[in-house]
């Protein structure tokens, strides 16, 4: 698929992640739907610098934990571009669960940010990218499923929802709809850590990756025609160590 003038949504588009995502796509001359929660300031700056690319943009405010603001999200982006080419889930929390104090609203939050509403985002838009006979879902997970690690279970475990959920979309929309997810490592340390150290201890390449990086595996992911119900490792090794 070109990326030229197709009309993409991401969610998380405000901050990290996200907005790199986002200005590469402008960049390529695609229109975007950028979804935020509470990053108005950032999404207003990112809306600007989009601009000089000459593409039309829309910003949409929506929480993830409400169906309502789930539903509008999806009608409000096909009303305003009439379809959606490309989904790019990215929307992430994160956030320490030890098992001895983990609570049941912690899955509930893991849960409806990294399984509900991608789930419903990709079946109301993958049903029109099918009809269309083209599109491209891709979900930002992360390598934890597959190699897990302590004190994080309620986001570990949703995430591991989140790679099934991209083989299951892969069959349902096949051939038509291409599903993939890409499994990041240590891109960028996390906010308010002092350690930047530690993570990269446990990489074969023993460097951060930057937001660029997950990038180039999204344009992969949209250009390849050969590629669905994949997992793209973007860890620098993480999983072999």
Not at 18 to 43: M, P, Q, T, W
Not at 101 to 118: C, G, Q, R
């Amino acid at each position: 698929m070109d990326i030229k003038g197709k009309n993409v949504l991401i969610t998380g588009a405000g901050r990290r992640i996200g907005k790199e995502i986002a200005i590469n796509l402008a960049k390529e001359g695609a229109n975007l739907v950028l979804h935020y929660k509470s990053s108005e300031d950032e999404i207003k700056k990112l809306e600007k610098e989009i601009k000089h690319f000459g593409v039309k943009t829309l910003l949409q405010k929506a929480d993830l934990l409400k169906m309502e603001d789930i539903k509008n999200l999806i009608k409000n982006s096909l009303q305003f571009f009439g379809q959606i080419d490309i989904l790019i889930n990215n929307a992430s929390i994160y956030y320490p669960t030890p098992l001895d104090t983990v609570k049941e609203k912690d899955l509930d939050i893991f849960y409806s940010i990294h399984v509900k509403a991608p789930f419903f985002l990709s079946k109301e838009i993958g049903k029109k990218m099918y009809e269309n006979k083209e599109g491209r879902i891709i979900n930002i997970v992360d390598y934890a499923p597959l190699r897990p690690y302590k004190d994080f279970s309620a986001y570990i475990i949703s995430k591991g929802a989140m790679l099934t959920m991209t083989k299951v979309f892969a069959k349902e929309f096949a051939p038509y709809v291409l599903v993939n997810a890409i499994l990041p490592g240590p891109i960028i340390p996390a906010e308010k850590t002092e350690d930047t150290q530690t993570p990269l201890k446990k990489t074969l390449l023993k460097k951060w990756a930057g937001e660029k990086e997950v990038w180039k595996g999204v344009k992969y992911l949209i250009e390849t025609e050969f590629t669905t119900g994949a997992f793209l490792p973007v860890e620098g090794g993480r999983l072999l160590c």
